[in-house]
């Protein structure tokens, strides 16, 4: 049986480039990377972590526990204030992020589940991701809790364009919501009188 050997011009056996190549370990950084990327919840990113420590691709200094408070860089530019959550300084909050803000650029989104409202930012054309300014946990849907949202984020100094369901827009316009007597506002329609509506005509 002749063995494959691979032997160059000075007769010494061959060896691949691969086997010669030592792996290359993951940083902290580049770990990160990989977690975002991956789109990894702060459990899922601690596994993730401590599994490839196991099998030694990481660096010495990279820290399984760094998952765990990966957000409190970013806990000091928000309030908790009762119910309401909002970031408190939307500038500083954009320079951590490594962004610019520009008022223009940017349209605040508002909605609501049956459990909370919610603010968000998003920007122009989605080139950049959204970023969450309020979360009041437990408030309905109100012209008095959407005033207070505004004000905690200090909307009249950033005066974004508004943009919602036609609930949070309506109740903005100042209508009033349910089955109204007279729901438009330039008119007095009188819209529960179903039988004159192909009557009248003035």
């Known amino acids: 049986m002749v063995e494959d050997v691979h032997a160059d011009s000075t ?25 975002r990327d991956l789109d990894l919840s702060k459990d899922k990113a601690e596994l993730l972590a401590s599994r490839l420590k196991q099998k030694n691709p990481l660096d010495k200094d990279v820290l399984v526990s760094h998952y765990r408070k990966r957000d409190f860089d970013l806990a000091q530019y928000y ?6 959550c909002y ?12 962004q610019e803000h520009s008022s223009s650029d940017w349209r605040l989104f508002i909605d609501a589940s049956k459990r909370s409202l919610k ?3 998003l920007h122009y054309g989605n080139l950049k991701p959204d970023v969450p300014i309020a979360h009041p946990v437990y408030l309905k849907e109100t012209l008095v809790n959407l005033q ?12 974004w364009n508004i943009c919602g369901d036609l609930k949070i827009i309506g109740l903005l316009m100042g209508l009033q919501q349910g089955f109204t007597k007279y729901c438009c506002f330039l008119c007095l ?14």
Do not use: M
């Open 11 to 35: 007769g010494a056996n061959y060896v691949p480039e691969d086997e010669l190549l030592e792996p290359q370990t993951f940083t902290q950084g580049e770990l990160n990377d990989l977690v």
């Open 79 to 84: 309030t908790t204030d009762g119910p309401l």
């Open 87 to 98: 970031c408190n300084d939307i500038e500083g909050l954009y320079a951590n992020l490594l």
């Open 119 to 121: 603010a968000v930012l």
């Open 148 to 159: 207070e949202v505004l004000e905690a984020i200090q909307y009249r100094t950033h005066t």
């Open 189 to 202: 329609w009188d819209s529960r009188a179903t039988g004159e509506r192909y009557k009248k005509y003035d």
